[in-house]
């Protein structure tokens, strides 16, 4: 089992561009969350997905920041018009329904310049 | 976070010494997760206490729960190098399963 991946690992992209990261979660496993972690703010939950249904997306900026989960084997964070305070690490995470445990990927790092 | 505690700190110890962090939260959770974040790494679950709980061990992790306070506390004995990193608690405000993080304490040991 390999986990959950995340891609890219790093991105840099310049203000005003788009950034889409990627999430493939472990296999069988039937939620997937989106949080992102900065020094300041710590890890913030942003939205969350149950069998590929949206569920709750409370912490997702209203502009700009869009999920998706097109399939049971990825999802999607894209961001557009990145601004330098968008600047984090992404992480995205799965768990087996019903047992809450939530098994983290690496992260992608997004610098915004 | 209207949802997590706010107790950010750092802790440095020395190895062989004992160390307990603290986690409050602002509301009711039916169970209180437990991870840690190495350098690099995405968090990963250590232990978790639920709500009929009050204490809990893994090895020589233990965490206690007091619903009544609203606070948890993670204590690790006889900390050794390895357990340098970030330790976080995370609570479901919501009952659904959709977790929120605490801001976490840097633990570092120290041989």
């Known amino acids: 089992n390999a986990g959950v991946i995340q891609t890219p690992r790093h991105k840099v992209t310049g203000k005003g561009q788009e950034a889409t990261l990627w999430c493939e979660p472990i296999?069988?496993?039937?939620?997937v969350f989106w949080y992102r972690q900065t020094i300041v703010q710590g890890l913030e939950f942003l939205t969350y997905f149950r069998n590929q249904a949206p569920i709750d997306d409370s912490g997702m900026p209203k502009e700009r920041f869009s999920a998706q989960m097109p399939n049971q084997s990825h999802s999607t964070l894209k961001i557009q018009s990145t601004q330098p305070q968008d600047s984090a690490v992404y992480l995205c995470?799965?768990?087996?329904?019903?047992?809450?445990?939530?098994?983290f990927g690496e992260g992608s790092k997004l610098t915004v310049l | 976070s209207q949802w997590g505690e706010e107790n950010l700190q750092a802790l440095s110890i020395q190895e062989g010494e004992d160390v307990t962090m603290n986690c409050s939260y602002k509301t009711y959770t039916t169970v209180v997760h437990w991870y840690r974040q190495d350098s690099g790494r995405g968090p990963a679950l250590i232990i978790l206490i639920r709500s009929n709980e009050r204490e809990k061990r893994s090895g020589r992790l233990r965490a206690t729960l007091d619903t009544s306070s609203q606070s948890s506390s993670l204590s690790i004995t006889a900390a050794q190098c390895e357990d340098t990193a970030v330790y976080f608690c995370a609570t479901d405000p919501t009952g659904y399963q959709n977790f929120y993080f605490g801001k976490g304490t840097s633990l570092t040991v120290i041989p």
């Open positions: 296999s069988g496993h039937s939620a």
């Open positions: 995470a799965s768990s087996f329904a019903n047992t809450g445990q939530l098994y």
